[in-house]
């Protein structure tokens, strides 16, 4: 099965950072599918350098995964869940934390391919208000903590729910792009967030040249609803 390459950027924790300069020590990362099988089960030799960050590389199947990387000889831990697309490579940023491994909180997953050009948008996420109408002014954004890597022909975004939203109910997610003049425009997701228990986990949303060619004559600070752009649910 083709996949892609990973470059994962590993902050180091604060025991390995206590390492002489040059010394080598080793860290494990595993990568596994929700039927919890390794598809990445590797051990790096990482040297520590003045910079506080290791960088790994290694090579995974397209899904949706667990990470989990561990140096347990200094009890540092790091863990994500994230999405690989087929034939795209990607970069992933974690930080090793000392202590127990964490709890890792299932977030909502979207992701997709895109034209060199997106990068230049500023793409980010928000959440409206589910009352908020198609081709109107958007109100005030909801807060949401989310995490948002770009690459140079694809993106990948989590979007982590909390009580305060649960209690909301389902929002609007809109993808926020901005024009050269600094006016943003917003395109409606069609996805359910937060998702119900056992519900979606990851969205795939690609986005063409045509689409952001489109995207230029349309008006700005309203809710667009095009059925040009689509989703599909992994």
């Known amino acids: ?9 590993l902050g180091l924790c604060n025991a390995m950072l206590k390492l002489p300069l040059g010394a080598t020590t080793t860290v494990h990362v595993r990568m596994l599918d929700r039927l919890s099988r390794p598809h990445v089960d590797q051990d790096f030799t990482v040297k520590r350098l003045s910079d506080p960050t290791v960088h790994l590389e290694f090579d995974s199947p397209p899904g949706t995964y667990h990470l989990a990387v561990s140096a347990p000889q200094y009890r540092c831990y790091a863990s994500d869940v994230l999405a690989v697309i087929d034939q795209h490579n990607r970069i992933i940023s974690e930080q090793l934390s000392d202590g127990i491994p964490p709890v890792t909180q299932q977030p909502m997953l979207i992701d997709g391919t895109a034209p060199p050009s997106f990068l230049y948008l500023s793409p980010t996420y928000v959440l409206f208000d589910k009352s908020t109408p198609c081709d109107k002014p958007v109100p005030d954004p909801i807060p949401v903590r989310e995490t948002i890597e770009n690459d140079q022909d694809s993106f990948y975004i989590s979007l982590y729910s909390d009580p305060s939203l649960v209690a909301r109910g389902p929002e609007i997610v809109a ?21 119900t228990a056992g519900g979606l986990g990851e969205v795939q949303f690609n986005v063409t040249d045509d689409e952001i060619t489109w995207l230029s004559g349309q008006p700005t600070g309203v809710l667009l609803c095009p059925r040009l752009f689509r989703t599909s649910a992994g």
Not at 1 to 9: E, F, N, P, Y
Not at 179 to 195: L, M, N, Q, S
Request: hydrophobic share 45%.
């Open 175 to 195: 993808l926020q792009l901005q024009t050269a003049t600094g006016e943003d425009h917003y395109i409606r997701i069609k996805v359910p967030f937060p998702p």
């Open 1 to 9: 099965m083709i996949g892609a390459h990973i470059v994962l950027h």
